[in-house]
């Protein structure tokens, strides 16, 4: 997948948080001190990239450029351990730079994944 196609992933990806997070923040309405709501996002923000990619493959930005997370041997659905290892490698300070590296992320990399297109009915195809 070309880097401009993994910035739209991340950048609807981050408005889908961002979105959500001001709704949490919003809610909150000081019942949780200001300290805690960054570690309380973080949990959140892994969770969201586990949930979408596990559940259902892939998150919205994948789902808005028809592509979704595959296992690289396979071509299958990841299992759960390489879905757990994707998205904490996703948490790896300036993870972002092995795509000017290796034109791959990094998290692509250490969970042996990577970002097939799918049609419009949602089946894989090569």
């Known amino acids: 997948m070309n880097l401009?196609?993994?910035?739209?992933?991340?950048?609807?990806?981050?408005l889908v948080y961002f979105f959500i997070a001001l709704s949490i923040l919003t809610l909150n309405n000081n019942t949780v001190r200001i300290e805690l709501l960054k570690p309380i996002l973080l949990v959140f923000y892994f969770i969201n990239y586990f949930l979408f990619e596990f559940f259902l493959g892939k998150t919205p930005g994948k789902y808005f450029t028809r592509v979704q997370v595959a296992d690289y041997k396979t071509f299958h659905n990841p299992n759960i351990w390489q879905v757990l290892i994707r998205t904490m490698g996703r948490m790896i300070p300036l993870y972002f730079l092995s795509y000017f590296i290796t034109g791959k992320g990094l998290h692509d990399h250490i969970s042996n994944t990577f970002l097939i297109q799918t049609n419009q009915k949602n089946e894989k195809t090569k």
């Not at 401009?4 to 981050?14: C, E, P, S």
């Open 4 to 14: 401009r196609v993994r910035l739209i992933h991340f950048f609807i990806d981050t």
